[in-house]
């Protein structure tokens, strides 16, 4: 797992994970859990509802700042353990936004034959979603980590990391499609990853770096970001897979190329559509 990773480039705004991860933390990254037993997930999302106040329960455990934390959704939840996932935001954000998150949450960490919930829950991640006219210094951890230095560069949202285990989305990327690519899909992508299958699943890691090490060699994804790492390459794979990338030029234009669907990712670079199929089982990302 890499410590420090910048997401996609954009000339005018990049995306990505909270940067500047101290050596320090070097143990606490690499160390995870043993390979956990398969979970069955249990449907949470369409009863889910928008709580308000956040509880005091969830308040107390991730010390919010309820200056600005003002909703709470259940997200996914492990039946072996009760684990559950916090989706959270201002007085702001709207409740259909923040339902949307939970219900795509519980696509993206609904994985075969181990699910994350319970690991991803150790390690205190939490997802927050900003209103439209909110930055990702808004988000009080963020402001506190890094002052407004994030604003102008991650325009869509960022990844979570053991340093800050905070995967933030926006209300414009999500809900309105801007830059019309599921943002929200790729850096929570980068959590399910890099926080829990990398440490739950034993066959996980080998098979994204032989899929990477193929595509390196047969010139897959040249000048995309896809083939920046292994990491990059997961992100990248998973938006196609759920039909929610960007089509950029044949050819790549530096950051995409023009695979950016599911059926497209199958004919293109076999061994990372296999990958991604036997993690999520031919299944589909809720609107």
């Given amino acids: 797992m890499s410590l420090a990773t910048v997401r996609k480039p954009n000339p005018a705004r990049h995306r990505g994970r909270a940067l500047l991860v101290a050596a320090a933390l070097l143990p606490a990254l690499l160390a995870g859990a043993g390979p956990a037993s398969a979970a069955t997930p249990v449907t949470t999302a369409a009863a889910a509802t928008v709580q308000s106040p956040v509880p005091q329960a969830v308040v107390n455990r991730f010390r919010l700042d309820t200056g600005w934390y003002a909703k709470y959704v259940e997200g996914p939840r492990d039946v072996n353990t009760g684990a559950s996932l916090a989706v959270l935001g201002s007085a702001q954000v709207s409740d259909s936004t923040l339902l949307k998150a939970a219900r795509q949450?519980?696509?993206l960490v609904r994985t075969w034959p181990y699910y994350p919930v319970g690991e991803l829950d150790r390690r205190n991640l939490r997802v927050v979603i900003t209103a439209r006219n909110e930055r990702m210094s808004s988000v009080p951890e963020v402001r506190a980590a890094f002052g407004t230095s994030l604003d102008d560069r991650y325009w869509a949202g960022m990844g979570a990391t053991d340093y800050l285990p905070v995967s933030v989305g926006t209300e414009a990327n999500l809900a309105d499609n801007q830059g019309r690519e599921n943002v929200f899909v790729h850096e929570f992508g980068h959590s399910v990853a890099d926080m829990g299958l990398r440490h739950i699943d034993p066959a996980?890691?080998?098979?994204?770096?032989?899929?990477?090490?193929?595509?390196?060699?047969?010139?897959?994804?040249?000048?995309?970001?896809?083939i920046s790492n292994t990491?990059?390459?997961?992100?990248?794979?998973?938006?196609?897979?759920f039909d929610v990338n960007y089509e950029g030029r044949p050819g790549g234009d530096g950051v995409h190329n023009d695979i950016n669907t599911r059926a497209e990712l199958?004919?293109?670079?076999?061994?990372?559509?296999?990958?991604?199929?036997?993690?999520?089982?031919?299944?589909?990302?809720?609107?």
């Avoid at 010139?219 to 896809?226: E, L, P, S, V």
């Avoid at 199958?266 to 609107?287: I, K, M, T, W």
């Fill in 204 to 226: 996980f890691t080998g098979e994204l770096q032989s899929a990477y090490d193929q595509a390196r060699a047969s010139g897959r994804w040249a000048n995309t970001y896809a």
């Fill in 231 to 241: 990491s990059e390459y997961w992100a990248e794979g998973i938006q196609s897979y």
């Fill in 105 to 107: 949450l519980e696509a």
């Fill in 266 to 287: 199958a004919r293109y670079d076999a061994p990372l559509f296999r990958l991604l199929d036997r993690v999520y089982q031919g299944a589909a990302l809720p609107s």
